[in-house]
Nanobody, 126 residues
């Protein structure tokens, strides 16, 4: 599985950005996709994930501001980020999981994901 992420950039607080992640290769093996982010000096944390069944997980601080969606025809996952704040500044990583879990709650952990795209920088200025 290969993941190609795009859409990062510099935006003012209150602005919006949309990230895209296109999957290719053995896409039939993917059970969930999502986004994680890593700020300097911090660990990589959940932003949002979505399973093939449509179950979604969001980190608490992005609920109501970010929306994850998927276009199965294009094998692409999107992250629409609204009302951005400086604390959202980080490198955002797209990820895919081939692990099959009964509970979608398992897809909040970076260790559940076995394929990663290159990071894309998101910078929110105050």
């Amino acid at each position: 599985v290969q993941l190609q992420a795009s859409g990062g950039g510099l935006v003012q607080a209150g602005g919006s950005l949309r990230l895209s992640c296109a999957a290719s290769g053995s896409i039939f093996s993917i059970n969930a996709m999502g986004w994680f982010r890593q700020a300097p000096g911090k660990q990589r944390d959940l932003v949002a994930t979505i399973t093939t069944g449509g179950a979604r997980n969001y980190e608490d601080s992005v609920k109501g501001r970010f929306t994850i969606s998927r276009d199965n025809a294009r094998n692409t996952v999107y992250l629409m980020m609204n009302s951005l704040i400086p604390e959202d500044t980080a490198v955002y990583y797209c990820a895919a999981s081939t692990e099959d879990h009964y509970s979608s709650d398992m897809y909040i952990y970076p260790g559940t994901f076995d394929y990663w795209g290159q990071g894309t920088q998101v910078t929110v200025s105050s």
